[in-house]
């Protein structure tokens, strides 16, 4: 069975860090599109950033570049999610995902296939 555990998320002020990290488990996702989604409340989920499987190409919301940091280890089958400068607009649950293989990097949720439980980040001013 294919899980992806989010962890990292926490309460933090305005200009901190957090690093999320995401676990896969089940089967290897080194030639897979790993992305991080966010959703706030009372809103949509929201795309972030994506990673390429081989790490060469990654993408990013405007308002997060700059200050966000997508990475993977394939070897650990561990993705992350550097957040830097952090602001109370980043509070969300964020959620990690993948795809079965290298499609491309989506931005909507309907390109990753699985999906992990989620992460509260909460962000204070």
């Known amino acids: 069975q294919v899980q992806l555990v989010e962890s990292g998320g926490g309460l933090v002020q305005a200009g901190a860090s957090l690093r999320l990290s995401c676990a896969a488990s089940?089967?290897?996702?080194?030639?897979?599109?790993m992305g991080w989604f966010r959703q706030a409340p009372g809103k949509e989920r929201e795309f972030v950033a994506g990673?390429?499987?081989?790490?060469?190409?990654?993408n990013y919301i405007d308002s997060v570049k700059g200050r966000f940091t997508i990475s993977r280890d394939n070897a650990k089958n561990t993705g992350y999610l550097q957040m830097n400068n952090l602001k109370p607009e980043d509070t969300a649950v964020y959620f990690c995902?993948?795809?079965?293989?290298?499609?491309?990097?989506?931005?909507?949720?309907?390109?990753?296939?699985?999906w992990g439980q989620g992460t509260q980040v909460t962000v204070s001013s």
């Open positions: 089940g089967r290897t996702f080194s030639s897979s599109t």
């Open positions: 995902a993948a795809t079965r293989s290298w499609r491309g990097i989506g931005v909507v949720q309907e390109a990753y296939d699985y």
């Open positions: 990673i390429k499987w081989n790490s060469d190409r990654t």
